[in-house]
């Protein structure tokens, strides 16, 4: 006999028994005991979140041979069938590959016959979203009035494509992702009853790499148990999903914090070289990145952090050589390299850029603390020259007003410059009350100014734009 995965096998068969959608299947049990069920439904959501498996249990509760009633008896062969999904009165329609205009005229002229052996004749649409627009117009007269034997349930995952007709004229549903915890449970309990050995952190991590979709969940823990041999641990998942060694990725994002591009591109190299795949690299890199700003900002809280990761007291080490400010850049990066490797034919270079991008974020300073340095630069050079700022700006503003002006280089620009014919005869004409003047401009720096630069970030400042202090005022 065919082997059935456990997606399939483990279908809910009743409201009671859908995943994370406990508000939606609410409703319908009520609307179905009040009797104030819609003639159309429309069920939005992301894949593997139980839109389909939603629309047969309310088909089952409306055909079921002891209904409608919100508790399906699962045993009549309405509900057998409806659940295999071959049933002749419950129609399930790809969208995908139905998209015309003559297959919703097809749709639109059978709704008109009675079912064969059910209360209603059920059309089931998936991904509706796939219909064109002339296949959306022959549709809305049939949806809006339609027989009173007939019941209309879309999905999509994309339910901005839809006309504002089709919308208005559905009962709208939005199913949301299942969080981590509920899919881990649900997991729990499909290992017990396959009588399969599953470590907790395993689940967890097979429930996380769903990323809300019960359906990707159970594939991947199908996938776990035939490589895992019956007993599920970490370390195959981590096999099943091609997942990088946490501290070999750790390993390059600490060479990036130590400012080494070389090592950044070494450990990179490895990475390659045992087989990883690029795409997923930057992923696992991404993810590393995030854990170290979560580690930065919020501490070593564990529900917070990658299951596949290294252990938080490692993340916390390499967190403290970056400053938040240079994380928030580091994922900038790694961001814009997972875009661009998407449709890159080499994506190697674009990968290996980031990382060099991220290894020279060690020389960022928080602007915080650049500031305030300037701040205080302004007010050593207010207290040495005996001025105080001008109205209006504060000592960090008049900080900020000191130009590094392109010159000559520093050796140079400490030589006096040759004075023109005209200065000299200006010189003459002004006369002695100008030279103390002239004397006092002549006159060395004072001590505040061969301060401000000796400051570091001020003769790197210098250096890079080959230029000299330029005070202003005097």
């Known amino acids: 006999m065919a082997y059935t995965v456990l997606a399939r096998r483990y279908r809910s068969t009743s409201f009671d028994e859908v995943i994370g959608q406990e508000a939606i299947a609410r409703t319908l049990r009520s609307a179905i005991e009040q009797d104030r069920v819609a003639h159309a439904y429309l069920f939005c959501g992301t894949r593997g979140v139980g839109k389909t498996t939603m629309a047969r249990i309310l088909a089952r509760a409306l055909n079921c041979q002891k209904g409608p009633t919100p508790e399906p008896c699962g045993k009549c062969d309405i509900c057998q069938a409806i659940h295999r999904g071959d049933d002749v009165d419950v129609l399930e329609i790809d969208g995908a590959s139905n998209t015309g205009v003559d297959d919703v005229r097809v749709l639109r002229e059978n709704a008109h016959y009675r079912p064969a052996r059910a209360r209603y004749k059920i059309y089931y649409v998936d991904e509706v979203h796939m219909l064109s627009r002339s296949a959306f117009n022959a549709l809305l007269k049939t949806l809006e ?51 399969v050995k599953a470590d907790a952190d395993a689940l967890v991590a097979v429930a996380r790499e769903g990323r809300g979709s019960v359906r990707d969940a159970l594939t991947l823990l199908d996938q776990v148990i035939a490589v895992s041999a019956a007993h599920v641990t970490l370390e195959a998942v981590r096999q099943a999903v091609g997942a990088a060694s946490g501290g070999k990725v750790l390993a390059v994002l600490s060479a990036c914090a130590e400012g080494s591009a070389a090592g950044a591109l070494a450990g990179f190299a490895d990475l390659l070289a045992a087989g990883a795949d690029i795409l997923a690299l930057l992923d696992h890199l991404l993810r590393q990145a995030r854990d170290l700003l979560v580690v930065k900002t919020c501490g070593r809280e564990a529900a917070l952090l990658d299951v596949f990761g290294p252990d938080p007291k490692e993340l916390a080490s390499a967190a403290e050589k970056l400053s938040v400010p240079a994380l928030v850049a580091a994922l900038g990066y790694l961001a814009e390299a997972r875009n661009r490797a998407r449709y890159a ?91 103390p003047r002239a004397a006092a401009d002549e006159s060395p720096a004072p001590p505040a100014a061969a301060t401000e630069a000796a400051d570091p970030l001020v003769q790197k400042a210098v250096r890079l734009f080959d230029g000299r202090i330029v005070r202003q005022g005097g």
């Open 145 to 195: 009035e339609p027989p009173e034997h007939v019941k209309f349930i879309f999905s999509t995952t994309e339910p901005e494509r839809l006309p504002p007709t089709i919308l208005s004229r559905c009962q709208r549903f939005d199913f949301r992702a299942v969080p981590t915890e509920r899919i881990a449970e649900h997991l729990k309990d499909i290992a017990r009853r396959e009588k």
């Open 345 to 435: 034919v080499d994506a190697r270079p674009i990968a290996e850029l980031a990382l060099v991008r991220m290894a020279s974020l060690r020389e960022m300073e928080p602007l915080p603390e650049v500031l305030a340095r300037l701040e205080a630069m302004g007010r050593a050079v207010a207290a040495a020259t005996g001025r105080e700022p001008p109205a209006g700006r504060t000592p960090a503003a008049g900080a900020q007003a000191r130009q590094v002006a392109a010159a000559p280089p520093r050796a140079e620009a400490a030589r006096p410059a040759p004075r023109s014919p005209e200065a000299d005869e200006k010189k003459k004409t002004v006369g002695p009350a100008a030279a």
